[in-house]
């Protein structure tokens, strides 16, 4: 199910969450317990555990038993849920009356959106003394997203990937944080201002987490972050096996088919999403997703499409080592040690699943012919490392 929920705040879609990246599996105990305390219900079963995804370990949430159709899993009240209305000195304050404020928060969903960022920006500045500080324990870092995120890429990724369609929406987005950036600056320096305290990166950082974990409840017109059912990774729909509902008092997630023990759970972020809408909103890519992105056509050629097909080919290993049913080659290790390396091996195999039966009818020999060295010496001198392989084992999130 897609909650059709824009802000025109940020320019993206937010359905359902993501799942945190470098977090240590320590955590998860310390946040069930807290919810147990507090009047969740957590089924007994429900942990954490590594998971190959297309080449990778990620961590996801699996439960120990047998799970029937239609188990409960987590019960949570909502007064424990971080919704905008728990925090009434922001959800009551009055932001800048600038040309720029108005721009940035020119609707009710962007005002809103810009007030709950900056009170999980506040929450999160309390540290260990804040009520939630069992779940932003397990939450990804800005660093975290900043590796995989297409809306935070540098300037250098933007130009080696500019032809994909992906880049316009980016660029859009892009604009529209500068634009809150600046709203931000503006409402810090007011009198009394609640965000005085704050750094724009601790509100970028609330503004990520509401857009890539958040669940709308309520019809879409509230949105809420869930501790521990914001840990759960996606798949396309045919594998998925939870379902969420809430009440005005009860957020509760369910079996919704019967899960063998030690099984991943997965929840659904999009309904019947390309790779393109996946990158955009959580910089997921799935390599067996049903629903392709469209062919790119002049856009693979040209000078421009030439540099994307270099960094592309760069990037990948070679066409032959790709399953039948993949839409794109998996990348080489060491793309992982780039800067922002993450982000870079989901847009080549984006661009790929893009391009490809354009770059092959143009020139089948010059991809065959081409090297790893003279396509990207950046990339070609770099051997695999520790640093690669340990990153493999940690989720490359967004991605999943």
Known sequence: MLVQTVFALLFIYVPYPTVCSHTHTAALPDLTEW???????????????????????????????????????LAIPRKLLMELSHFPTFSKADLPSTTTCQKATGTVGSLQAMRFAAA??????????????????????????????????????????????????????????????????????????????????????GMILLNTRSFGLDGGRTLALVPLADMLNTVPNSELNVQWEHTSDTFTLRAHAPVASGAELYDGYCDG???????????????????????????????????????????????????????????????????????????????????????????????SSLSFGQAHPEIAKHGPTSAAREFSVANLRGHR
């Open 35 to 73: 919810l147990n305390t507090n009047g969740a219900t957590v089924h007994p079963g429900m942990t954490v555990g590594l998971f190959e995804h297309e080449g990778a370990e990620i961590r996801g949430v699996f439960d120990s038993e047998d799970l029937a159709s239609n188990a409960t899993l």
């Open 120 to 205: 999980i920006a506040w929450e999160a500045s309390k540290g260990k003394t804040s009520f939630y500080y069992p779940w932003f324990k397990q939450v990804p870092s800005l660093e975290d997203f900043y590796s995989f995120l297409p809306v935070l890429m540098e300037e250098s990724v933007h130009k080696d990937y500019a032809p994909l369609p992906i880049m316009v929406k980016v660029a859009e987005m892009q604009d529209g944080f500068h634009l809150c950036r600046k709203c931000f600056e503006e409402w810090k320096v007011v009198k009394g201002s609640p965000v005085r305290q704050l750094s724009w990166n601790e509100v970028l950082h």
């Open 273 to 367: 999403c390309s790779n393109t809408v996946l990158m955009n909103g959580w910089g997921i890519y799935f390599e067996g997703n049903p629903t392709r992105s469209p062919h790119g056509g002049q856009l693979c050629l040209g000078e421009e499409g030439a540099h994307l097909r270099s960094v592309t080919e760069a990037a990948l290993q070679p066409d032959g080592s790709a399953s039948e049913n993949w839409l794109s080659p998996r990348c080489k290790a060491n793309v992982l040690d780039l800067p922002q390396g993450p982000l870079r091996c989901s847009l080549a195999r984006l661009s790929w699943e893009t391009c490809a039966a354009e770059w092959s009818t143009e020139s089948a020999h010059a991809r």
